[in-house]
């Protein structure tokens, strides 16, 4: 994919390994989940590279531990695995599982969890894990920016509990790809991704600057790019091997919407997250307040938007080169996927290369 604008290929944090020792202390306190540490080792690498700036190991591991927990939850709520062994392991009954609306009842319960100063009474392994990474966020940052990523989680989860609302009622929002476009920007979960970049930096943005409308619209654009890398790359997972499909996939969508064939579908995605990069540096370049460009928000404010856009390319770097099972089945051939990124990837380049020749 074309990267104009952002980092070619950023590296993993340079605190990888030494992560990797804390995270494993952790995966062992909690011996009888067995998944557990497969969550997290896929979560080390795909955070080594969204947050390739991190500043401490203890930091990367802190996020590490909270990105396992975010696809844990979201496999056995939101995906729906039909393995209950999986939701036994942390203590989430069958019951839970019954509808959306005791989803939904379940998941406020996680979102006072995560907010709360004092551990639940009697917690499950979930339960007691999450409120943990809550902790843990208070302990490493001030409360203003704890509000703020809590707030955003809490949004995040609300609105993926109605979107189930919705799939159960046969009800879908996203007529046309504005439509689409919001859904996926709601439901991605990268604005509160995209808050973590301050406490990987240890540099903390005051209120005004974090939400003034530049900064939100920044945040906007990396999270829409990374829900549609995401869908680019998740298409065999969520379309090949689920039995009814995934509607809330870009390259299903356009091929529906659109009447194209996949080969086109695909180019067409890819050149949509194309044009989200180009957007972020155009808006980054013209639209930050001219006042910002001197202290005391200069260095802070730079470091932060660099930082996004290395999770942005991070994102894509990750997906292309680094092999994982979640989404690069066996079991499934996807060459021809493949090969049409590989395409769009090429053409792209070089219709940016004859622009700037």
């Keep these: 994919m074309l990267i104009r604008g952002l980092p070619n290929a950023p590296p993993h944090s340079v605190h990888m390994d030494e992560a990797s020792k804390h995270v494993r202390k952790f995966v062992e306190r909690w011996q009888n989940i067995k998944s557990l540490e497969s969550y997290c080792h896929f979560c ?13 190991a203890e930091r990367l591991a802190i996020l590490v531990i909270f990105y396992a927990l975010n696809f844990i939850i979201d496999d056995i709520l939101f995906d729906r695995s039909d393995e209950d062994s999986l939701a036994n392991e942390y203590g989430i009954s069958s ?63 609300r609105i993926a509990v109605a979107s189930l609302i919705d799939s159960a009622n046969d009800r879908m929002f996203f007529q046309d790809l504005d439509s689409y476009t919001q859904m996926r920007l709601d439901n991605c979960g990268i604005p509160w991704a995209c808050i973590l970049l301050e406490f990987s930096n240890a540099d903390f943005l005051p209120h005004e600057v974090r939400e003034q409308a530049t900064m939100i619209k920044l945040r906007d654009i990396a999270s829409i790019q990374a829900g549609f890398v995401n869908d680019i ?125």
Aim: glycine share 4%.
């Design 95 to 157: 019951s839970i599982r019954e509808s959306p609306q005791t989803i939904g009842e379940f998941v406020e319960k996680l979102n006072v969890i995560l907010t709360q100063e004092n551990p639940p009474v009697d917690p499950t392994p979930i339960e007691r894990m999450w409120w943990e990474s809550g902790r843990d966020f208070r302990r490493l940052g001030h409360s203003e920016w704890c509000n703020a990523l809590f707030d955003s989680v809490v949004a995040s989860y």
């Design 233 to 357: 790359f998740s298409y065999p997972k969520e379309i090949v091997s689920e039995e009814n499909g995934n509607p809330r996939n870009l390259i299903k969508f356009l091929m529906e919407s659109e009447g194209i064939l996949q080969p086109q579908a695909v180019s067409r995605a890819v050149n949509l997250v194309n044009s989200y990069n180009c957007l972020f540096e155009e808006v980054e370049s013209t639209q930050l307040p001219v006042t910002w460009n001197s202290e005391p928000w200069a260095s802070s404010l730079h470091r932060y938007v660099e930082a996004m856009k290395l999770l942005m390319s991070g994102h894509i770097f990750w997906y292309t080169h680094v092999s994982n099972k979640r989404y690069n089945d066996p079991a499934f051939n996807t060459r021809e996927l493949k090969l049409a990124i590989i395409n769009s990837h090429v053409e792209s380049q070089q219709t940016y290369a004859a622009q700037i020749d």
């Design 44 to 56: 080390l690498s795909l955070v080594s590279y969204m947050y390739s700036g991190v500043v401490t």
